[in-house]
């Protein structure tokens, strides 16, 4: 029996560089969510040293693994990708089957990060950005911030702030070039009716849900170019693996 060896059979440098390159972009994603630094029931340091983990994993298996043409490690960054491929999409559908289970959590978490909310900056902004953005006011309504200490209309509280809401519930003022960071002071001591005339009445999580109809193709149109960036890494690394199975193959003829 005679083995021939063909000449021609070599590792693309096109999928290989392309594979390398795929992995900074994918790394720079990932370390965009380090910039969350707190969630509920979740150390922000520990957050960030999960990410970071996933980061640096994914990021040497991919990387190394093309430049190197380790199969090995370019099986475990595929086989890595196709998790989270899988995951994303059974939290989706989750998501949709129980809508009420999700609007409890991210209740609590709202609440939870109300009551944190003088303890982090990051925290603080992401909570205005949120309510800014929404043009919202608390989880279900102002009354939400009376859950932070500094917030509270409680006759034990001596805060400056208390029986008054962020800056980022007021509505603003278009006359007004400066942010009038104290524009939510004392807001919650007039009467409910009047409530309106300054700040945002309406609860983020009616806000969110109202938002979500309006915005679906946009939401869809996300998640659709982020599970083809993740098909299109599981393609360049499948295509790697077979180019260096057949380059090693070959060898052997």
């Excluded at 806000?207 to 982020?226: D, H, K, M, T």
Aim: some cysteine.
């Amino acid at each position: 029996m005679h083995y021939y060896r063909y000449s021609n059979a070599e590792v693309s440098c096109w999928y290989k560089y392309l594979l390398f390159s795929y992995n900074i972009v994918f790394w720079g994603v990932l370390s965009d969510l380090t910039k969350v630094t707190r969630l509920h029931g979740i150390d922000p340091v520990v957050l960030v040293l999960m990410v970071g983990v996933v980061m640096f994993t994914l990021g040497f298996a991919g990387c190394v693994g093309a430049l190197r043409e380790n199969i090995c490690l370019l099986k475990f960054f595929c086989g890595a990708i196709v998790l989270i491929f899988f995951l994303e999409l059974a939290v989706a559908v989750l998501a949709f089957l129980f809508q009420d289970w999700v609007r409890d959590r991210f209740r609590e978490f709202f609440e939870s990060n109300i009551r944190s909310y003088r303890d982090d900056i990051d925290l603080q902004n992401l909570i205005d950005s949120l309510q800014k953005a929404n043009q919202c006011c608390g989880a279900y309504g102002p009354e939400d911030w009376d859950l932070n200490v500094y917030f509270n209309c409680s006759g034990a509280s001596y805060s400056r702030e208390k029986c008054g809401v962020p800056f980022s519930c007021c509505v603003p003022d278009p006359a007004q070039k400066v942010v009038n960071t104290q524009c939510g002071y004392d807001v919650r001591i007039q009467l409910k009716s009047k409530w309106d005339e300054s700040i945002f009445t309406k609860g983020c999580i009616q806000a969110l849900e109202g938002w979500l109809p309006r915005n679906i193709y946009i939401v869809a149109g996300v998640f659709i170019a982020i599970s083809l960036l993740q098909i299109f890494g599981i393609f360049l690394a499948r295509t790697l693996i077979s180019d260096i199975e057949a380059v090693k193959a070959g060898h052997h003829f």
